[in-house]
């Protein structure tokens, strides 16, 4: 089967991130929220599918490890563990994955690589569910704000690699952009918030703004670990179910480590 050309790549990309946009914002907007707790169960389970294959579970057990991670969703959701569990994976993802992928994410060591799929995926689904509509829209776009800027600002001028072995079209350059353009964004969304807006004066603004790059940098560590494991697996891609993008772990992986900080973060202020 011969290769798609550029163009095509693009057309196809293009259309597949305009309809996921469109199902997500008519998600987001349009149905209470326990339908779209279920919708999030749905992003859980499709990414627990895909982290288990790139961990070397056999099929059999795919679906055992999905369902897991369904479970303790279930139960987490609106307990009183939320919290704890969401300083859990904070942690995770500013202390323990950073000192990972600075000794080299393995397949040898495939049980810690299936508990570190359970604490990516399932606080992410808790704080996904958990944020305020527009909080949520708010940090995803966090999201998409940083990885378009560290892609083009690297793409650009990026000279230094910020981790060649595993993700060599990554840059310190690119995440220069990323930090700065997810401030700006910070600062727009704190003057045209108006919750925000009431909230974050005077000396608020000093954590607030660390709070930003805290989460800006979790987004680029996250998009690493997934990096990551794919390489660690072979695979380009973490599945083949997004024409263009590859699978649901390649949509989200930044969104997994930034989600759990930016909940905490909101809650800080008194946004939630």
Do not use: N
Request: charge should be positive; aromatic fraction near 8%.
């Amino acid at each position: 089967m011969p290769r798609p050309t550029p163009d095509r790549l693009f057309l196809t990309r293009a259309l597949t991130a305009t309809v996921l946009l469109a199902v997500f914002l008519a998600a987001l907007l349009l149905l209470e929220r326990p339908a779209f707790a279920v919708l999030v169960a749905v992003v859980i389970a499709l990414g627990a599918f895909e982290w288990g294959r790139l961990a070397g579970l056999g099929r059999g057990v795919l679906a055992a490890y999905a369902a897991a991670c369904l479970v303790l969703f279930g139960l987490l959701r609106g307990s009183a563990l939320v919290e704890p569990v969401l300083w859990a994976a904070a942690l995770f993802w500013t202390v323990a994955v950073p000192w990972w992928l600075a000794t080299g994410v393995t397949s040898k060591g495939r049980a810690w690589l299936l508990a570190a799929g359970i604490a990516a995926l399932v606080p992410a689904g808790v704080a996904m569910a958990g944020l305020p509509p527009r909080y949520l829209l708010m940090m995803l776009g966090l999201v998409w704000v940083a990885d378009t800027a560290a892609y083009a600002v690297g793409s650009a001028i990026g000279r230094h690699k910020l981790a060649p072995s595993i993700s060599p079209g990554k840059s310190w350059e690119g995440v220069g952009g990323a930090s700065v353009a997810g401030l700006i964004y910070a600062i727009i969304c704190a003057i045209v918030d108006p919750v925000l807006e009431a909230r974050i004066q005077g000396a608020v603004w000093a954590p607030y703004l660390a709070g930003a790059a805290l989460l800006c940098a979790a987004g680029i560590v996250g998009d690493l670990f997934e990096s990551a494991l794919k390489r660690q697996a072979g695979a380009k891609d973490s599945g083949k179910l997004l024409p263009g993008h590859g699978g649901v772990l390649d949509r989200i992986d930044s969104a997994t480590a930034t989600l759990p900080p930016a909940l905490l973060l909101m809650q800080a202020i008194g946004a939630t």
